[in-house]
T-cell receptor, first 115, second 116 residues
């Protein structure tokens, strides 16, 4: 069965810290995504990757970076955490070709609080 | 450019009655459309998808959706609601690009409440 695993369900960090959120998929998917989900705003795409070492900015990349050194792992990095980055973070993966006809498979999310 | 509008932020129905969650979209292309469900403290799970084949799409758990191009709608229905259907539902649109990893646009979600 399809499996996307996010390393933490809940995380509490302090302002200014560097924060790493990890995501692993076991489906050999080419595409991986990071979203944040906020009440009333739905899901917003932060970054995505369509291959190892490749990355593309999504709709709200400011304050974030990503790393994809291996096909199965996609990391989201908050360079210097701020309180407005408190949110639910969702990782997803999909097969090629593209997002147009391949559904995305989601992890259970990481609820991040920045104090 | 594309967009998706879920017309109701909350829908409340009684158990055993029909469910209707409304979604309208706009897209410059012939789109692919999806419905996802999110239960509390969980990720999103695919319910069904439309990718230019049959306009009536059947999904999991008794849900179905009808693609109506003339109305630019993709409403989600279920004949009889069950308590386990209580969740957040997202309508998602994507241009039928056939390549690339971007392009999904999510609606803001509809919270489905099931009354006993």
């Amino acid at each position: 069965d399809v499996k996307v695993t996010q390393s933490s369900r809940y995380l509490v960090k302090r302002t200014g810290e560097k924060v790493f959120l990890e995501c692993v998929q076991d489906m050999d998917h080419e595409n991986m995504f990071w979203y944040r989900q906020d009440p009333g705003l739905g899901l917003r795409l932060i970054y995505f990757s369509y291959d190892v070492k490749m990355k593309e900015k999504g709709d709200i990349p400011e304050g974030y970076s990503v790393s994809r050194e291996k096909k199965e792992r996609f990391s989201l990095i908050l360079e210097s955490a701020s309180t407005n980055q408190t949110s639910m973070y969702l990782c997803a993966s999909s097969l090629e070709p593209g997002a147009g006809n391949q559904p995305q498979h989601f992890g259970d999310g990481t609820r991040l609080s920045i104090l | 450019a594309q967009s998706v509008t879920q017309l109701d932020s909350h829908v409340s129905v009684s158990e055993g009655t029909p469910v209707l969650l409304r979604c309208n979209y706009s897209s410059s292309y012939s789109p692919s459309l999806f419905w996802y469900v999110q239960h509390p403290n969980k990720g999103l799970q695919l319910l069904l998808k439309y990718t230019s084949a049959a306009t009536l799409v059947k999904g999991i758990n008794g849900f179905e959706a009808e693609f109506k191009k003339s109305e630019t709608s993709f409403h989600l229905t279920k004949p009889s609601a069950h308590m386990s259907d209580a969740a957040e539902y997202f309508c998602v649109v994507s241009p039928y690009s056939g390549g690339g990893a971007d392009g999904l646009t999510f609606g803001k979600g509809t919270h489905l409440i099931i009354q006993p």
